[in-house]
């Protein structure tokens, strides 16, 4: 299985970016599709997920009402839309593919296959 993010950049505050996550191999609708990110020096943390369908969503609470994860299963792909960018909002994003039970689905743990992870910078 293969996970390949894009759409990352440079965008000033309060501006939108959509990243995306296209999947080859595996069953893409068997996973899970998760988003991560890690900004330097810190910890890799959850961002959001999407679980079979796009009404099964979670999301951490510092970016809930401003993204937005979705996923076609036809097209093997999952987005993340980011909209009001933040400057703390700057970090690698990494998509994620997994099979998580509900204690795991919002930590890497939970994921079996990684994207790349493409950057995100938000400028004040």
């Known amino acids: 299985v293969q996970l390949q993010a894009s759409g990352g950049g440079l965008v000033q505050a309060g501006g939108s970016l959509r990243l995306s996550c296209a999947v080859s191999?595996?069953?893409?609708?068997?996973?899970?599709m998760g988003w991560f990110r890690q900004a330097p020096g810190k910890e890799r943390e959850f961002v959001a997920t999407?679980?079979?369908?796009?009404?099964?969503?979670y999301y951490a609470d510092s970016v809930k009402g401003r993204f937005t994860t979705s996923r076609d299963n036809a097209k093997a792909t999952a987005y993340l839309q980011m909209n009001s960018l933040k400057p703390e909002d700057t970090a690698v994003y990494y998509c994620?593919?997994?099979?998580?039970?509900?204690?795991?689905?919002?930590?890497?743990?939970?994921?079996?296959?990684w994207g790349q992870g493409t950057l995100v910078t938000v400028s004040s």
């Open positions: 994620a593919a997994g099979t998580p039970i509900m204690s795991t689905i919002t930590t890497p743990r939970g994921y079996t296959h």
């Open positions: 999407t679980r079979w369908s796009n009404s099964n969503t």
């Open positions: 191999g595996g069953t893409f609708s068997n996973y899970a």
